[in-house]
């Protein structure tokens, strides 16, 4: 027998014999994470951060442990129910849920746009808001609970928006008024609701109040946020001058013949992957690129963060691209460029990622232009007079840069790399912020958030020396957490050793390890590159051949091994330090 979920308003749910008692906000909190997840499993660590965020106990594991048995004792005999897998759980078999369906009716409307059916597009609209209105896991505490409430509140929004488009075509002007009237005082600075209202008021005859709204808009845009509306509300304010009775293009059912400017834009994407629950410290950057990054009026802004690989950078990317949300209502765009030299194949083209962002932005994979130059065109087309943020993860090159770069004031884009790019810093004139690994106070949070207090506390010496081993690098310590739940639980002693024995000498280890990092971030240098790299790396470690046959670089100061260590250098792997000597970059 089948549960059926609700997490749009209260969380609750029913069996056949009706409803069924889910327990205290915390624990709703844990069946909420583990539902959203869709079937896939949820680690320990990330149901805490879900449920306590920065402020997790450290009894937090015993009482997830403990919610997860009660809410197992009500689901028992139906089905689903909640299955223990390494390291954390997994919510199987759940297929009735309200949220699931509200998404599964937006997609319906989509598709019936796609084919021009508005009346079709309306009726399924309505349903999608029926069934999603109101708030998300209502009074479920917990950042991961925050999230999903700042989404659903996007989607509604959308779907809302999307629905007066199809009163408009359908000739509900007096209705569509009505209703964006109250919507527009409730999102002062949303100009697509705006510009439905221009219509509406228009449509109905009332083109004094159209123009007021747009006066009333404009008024609002430059005295908070310093901008001018968006071309196409400026070319809809002339059409209702004019008294023009037509829809301006876009607007209302779709004609074959639109161009793919006009056809996508009421689209809004929202690509950015889901932020690390258990973010530590970078307050200090986070404000930084908040100063830096912003949108702002006089031109496109573009931010640049640096560091060895492991540092932090994507998931400091991510954090402050979801904080910013509010900032960039027309959408935001992600791309990995796999620019690590060795991670996951080649590293993506240029190309492959404008077409993917154009067919985010709403156009139809039988309209992606030919070039690359054309593609980059329409793309800039479709950006201007918006505010989107791009973010553009693991960049190797200036040169993949220019083409993705949003070409008009109010959009943003934030880029990561291991190395500087000089084009894009002289170009658009910014420092690039380097991020750091993190200080011992920030490495031992980020173990007794994943590992609890107790746990860290327990053997001072084996944290001390596992900090050590990981030298303040994210991903080294979330390697270091993974083999503390590995054989169910060994101690942070036998953890250090194992990082300590061989940089992780057993072959389920060396996957992992911080060496194979190094390895594939440098696939393809020459010996003469390499050589030196062991060497300064191990320099007491005469086994390796490599190390063995490169006395002449690391053994002398940078000055003049300068040939050599040029390319790790530019990637942070080594700096100088004093009295010309090299070093490791975050040891």
């Given at each position: 027998?089948?549960?059926?979920f609700a997490?749009?308003?209260?969380?609750?749910?029913?069996?056949?014999?009706?409803?069924?008692?889910?327990?205290?906000?915390?624990?709703?909190?844990?069946?909420?994470?583990?539902?959203?997840?869709?079937?896939?499993?949820?680690?320990?660590?990330?149901?805490?951060?879900?449920?306590?965020?920065?402020?997790?106990?450290?009894?937090?594991?015993?009482?997830?442990?403990?919610?997860?048995?009660?809410?197992?004792?009500?689901?028992?005999?139906?089905?689903?129910n909640?299955?223990?897998i390494?390291?954390?759980?997994?919510?199987?078999?759940?297929?009735?849920?309200?949220?699931?369906?509200?998404?599964?009716?937006?997609?319906?409307?989509?598709?019936?746009?796609?084919?021009?059916?508005?009346?079709?597009?309306?009726?399924?609209?309505?349903?999608?808001?029926?069934?999603g209105?109101?708030?998300?896991?209502?009074g479920?505490?917990?950042?991961?609970?925050?999230?999903?409430?700042?989404?659903?509140?996007?989607?509604?929004?959308?779907a809302?928006?999307?629905?007066?488009?199809c009163?408009?075509?359908?000739?509900?002007?007096?209705?569509?008024?009505?209703?964006?009237?109250?919507?527009?005082?409730?999102?002062?600075l949303?100009?697509?609701?705006?510009?439905?209202?221009?219509?509406?008021?228009?449509?109905?005859?009332?083109?004094?109040?159209?123009?007021?709204?747009?006066?009333?808009?404009?008024?609002?845009?430059?005295?908070?946020?310093?901008?001018?509306?968006?071309?196409?509300?400026?070319?809809?304010?002339?059409?209702?001058?004019?008294?023009?009775?037509?829809?301006?293009?876009?607007?209302?059912?779709?004609?074959?013949?639109?161009?793919?400017?006009?056809?996508?834009?009421?689209?809004?994407?929202?690509?950015?992957?889901?932020?690390?629950?258990?973010?530590?410290?970078?307050?200090?950057?986070?404000?930084?690129?908040?100063?830096?990054?912003?949108?702002?009026?006089?031109?496109?802004?573009?931010?640049?963060?640096?560091?060895?690989?492991?540092?932090?950078?994507?998931?400091?990317?991510?954090?402050?691209?979801?904080?910013?949300?509010?900032?960039?209502?027309?959408?935001?765009?992600?791309?990995?460029?796999?620019?690590?030299?060795?991670?996951?194949?080649?590293?993506?083209?240029?190309?492959?990622?404008?077409?993917?962002?154009?067919?985010?932005?709403?156009?139809?994979?039988?309209?992606?232009?030919?070039?690359?130059?054309?593609?980059?065109?329409?793309?800039?087309?479709?950006?201007?007079?918006?505010?989107?943020?791009?973010?553009?993860?693991?960049?190797?090159?200036?040169?993949?840069?220019?083409?993705?770069?949003?070409?008009?004031?109010?959009?943003?884009?934030?880029?990561?790399?291991?190395?500087?790019?000089?084009?894009?810093?002289?170009?658009?004139?910014?420092?690039?912020?380097?991020?750091?690994?993190?200080?011992?106070?920030?490495?031992?949070?980020?173990?007794v958030?994943?590992?609890?207090?107790?746990?860290?506390?327990?053997?001072?010496?084996?944290?001390?020396?596992?900090?050590?081993?990981?030298?303040?690098?994210?991903?080294?310590?979330?390697?270091?957490?993974?083999?503390?739940?590995?054989?169910?639980?060994?101690?942070?002693?036998?953890?250090a050793?194992?990082?300590?024995?061989?940089?992780?000498?057993?072959?389920?280890?060396?996957?992992?390890?911080?060496?194979?990092?190094?390895?594939?971030?440098?696939?393809?240098?020459?010996?003469?590159?390499?050589?030196?790299?062991?060497?300064?790396?191990?320099?007491?470690?005469?086994?390796?051949?490599?190390?063995?046959?490169?006395?002449?670089?690391?053994?002398?100061?940078?000055?003049?091994?300068?040939?050599?260590?040029?390319?790790?250098?530019?990637?942070?792997?080594?700096?100088?330090?004093?009295?010309?000597?090299?070093?490791?970059?975050?040891?």
């Open positions: 027998m089948q549960i059926r997490v749009l308003g209260t969380v609750r749910a029913w069996s056949p014999d009706g409803e069924l008692p889910l327990g205290g906000a915390k624990q709703k909190a844990v069946l909420a994470a583990l539902l959203l997840a869709r079937g896939k499993p949820v680690s320990m660590e990330r149901i805490i951060s879900a449920v306590w965020g920065e402020e997790a106990p450290s009894a937090a594991g015993t009482s997830v442990r403990s919610y997860v048995y009660r809410l197992r004792r009500v689901f028992a005999p139906y089905c689903p909640i299955v223990s390494p390291g954390g759980y997994l919510l199987s078999a759940a297929r009735e849920v309200d949220a699931w369906r509200f998404e599964e009716l937006n997609a319906q409307a989509v598709a019936a746009r796609d084919t021009a059916d508005t009346a079709a597009e309306l009726r399924l609209l309505e349903q999608a808001l029926e069934v209105a109101g708030e998300a896991l209502v479920v505490p917990g950042p991961f609970a925050q999230q999903q409430r700042e989404l659903h509140r996007e989607l509604l929004l959308a809302t928006e999307r629905r007066m488009t009163l408009l075509a359908l000739g509900h002007a007096g209705q569509a008024a009505a209703e964006l009237a109250s919507l527009v005082i409730h999102h002062p949303h100009e697509g609701m705006h510009e439905l209202l221009m219509l509406a008021l228009h449509q109905s005859g009332r083109q004094a109040r159209s123009l007021e709204v747009y006066v009333q808009l404009q008024d609002r845009l430059r005295s908070e946020l310093g901008l001018d509306p968006t071309p196409r509300l400026k070319a809809l304010h002339l059409r209702v001058l004019r008294n023009e009775e037509s829809l301006p293009p876009g607007m209302g059912a779709r004609s074959r013949g639109e161009s793919p400017e006009q056809e996508t834009a009421s689209i809004r994407p929202m690509q950015l992957p889901a932020p690390t629950y258990t973010f530590v410290g970078r307050s200090t950057m986070l404000e930084r690129l908040d100063a830096t990054v912003g949108p702002a009026p006089s031109q496109p802004i573009v931010g640049l963060l640096v560091g060895v690989p492991g540092v932090g950078k994507t998931a400091l990317a991510l954090r402050w691209a979801h904080r910013m949300i509010g900032s960039f209502p027309d959408g935001q765009l992600y791309a990995d460029f796999r620019g690590s030299l060795g991670r996951d194949g080649e590293a993506r083209s240029v190309q492959s990622v404008l077409n993917d962002f154009l067919m985010a932005l709403g156009v139809g994979p039988d309209r992606l232009p030919p070039t690359q130059d054309a593609a980059a065109s329409l793309y800039r087309s479709l950006l201007a007079g918006k505010r989107i943020l791009v973010v553009l993860d693991d960049m190797a090159a200036s040169h993949q840069v220019t083409d993705l770069i949003p070409g008009t004031p109010g959009s943003s884009a934030l880029i990561t790399s291991q190395t500087r790019l000089p084009q894009v810093e002289t170009a658009y004139q910014i420092q690039p912020l380097y991020v750091r690994p993190f200080t011992d106070a920030e490495a031992r949070e980020f173990l958030r994943h590992l609890g207090v107790r746990r860290v506390e327990n053997d001072l010496p084996a944290t001390r020396a596992i900090l050590e081993l990981c030298g303040g690098i994210p991903l080294n310590l979330t390697i270091a957490v993974y083999l503390s739940h590995d054989d169910s639980g060994p101690s942070l002693r036998s953890v050793a194992r990082l300590r024995a061989s940089r992780f000498g057993r072959a389920q280890d060396r996957a992992l390890s911080p060496d194979r990092l190094f390895e594939t971030s440098f696939t393809s240098p020459s010996r003469r590159v390499r050589q030196p790299l062991v060497r300064v790396s191990n320099p007491g470690d005469e086994s390796s051949t490599a190390g063995s046959a490169a006395p002449s670089a690391a053994d002398r100061p940078v000055a003049e091994a300068s040939g050599p260590l040029t390319e790790p250098a530019e990637r942070h792997f080594v700096r100088e330090e004093t009295c010309g000597e090299a070093g490791f970059s975050g040891n």
